[in-house]
Nanobody
Framework: QVQLVESGGGLVQAGGSLSLSCAASGSTLSLYAVAWFRQAPGKEREFVAATPRGGGNTVYADSVKGRFTCSRDNAKNTVYLQMNSLKPEDTAVYYC???????????????????WGQGTQVTVSS
């Protein structure tokens, strides 16, 4: 079983950048597809980005494409989310999630992910 811990959230002005980390323990992250989701107050959790177990072919939500970059360092058992050109509508709690997979595919539904971190708050001021 894998345990996930997010870090790197905070308060930033619109147009700024933040980098989130998702550190795994208890298992080798290279065996898992890893995704980022976010949830704003009063809204449903939404997909942000996902990287397959082998890296490459990362999938992004249209709302973050071109601004966010999801990457992984399997040697460090960590997945990252670099967020640039942040907007107030990016304000949310960001969660990383993992799914044990056997291919280079990813899912964009939160229902497919079995393991979740506790979340980290990202606040973008206008």
């Amino acid at each position: 079983q894998v345990q996930l811990v997010e870090s790197g959230g905070g308060l930033v002005q619109a147009g700024g950048s933040l980098s989130l980390s998702c550190a795994a323990s208890g298992s080798t992250l290279s065996l898992y597809a890893v995704a980022w989701f976010r949830q704003a107050p009063g809204k449903e959790r939404e997909f942000v980005a996902a990287t397959p177990r082998g890296g490459g072919n990362t999938v992004y939500a249209d709302s973050v494409k071109g601004r966010f970059t999801c990457s992984r360092d399997n040697a460090k058992n960590t997945v990252y989310l670099q967020m640039n050109s942040l907007k107030p509508e990016d304000t949310a709690v960001y969660y990383c999630a993992a799914e044990r997979t056997f291919g280079t595919y990813v899912h964009t539904s939160s229902n497919d992910y079995n393991y979740w971190g506790q979340g980290t708050q990202v606040t973008v001021s206008s």
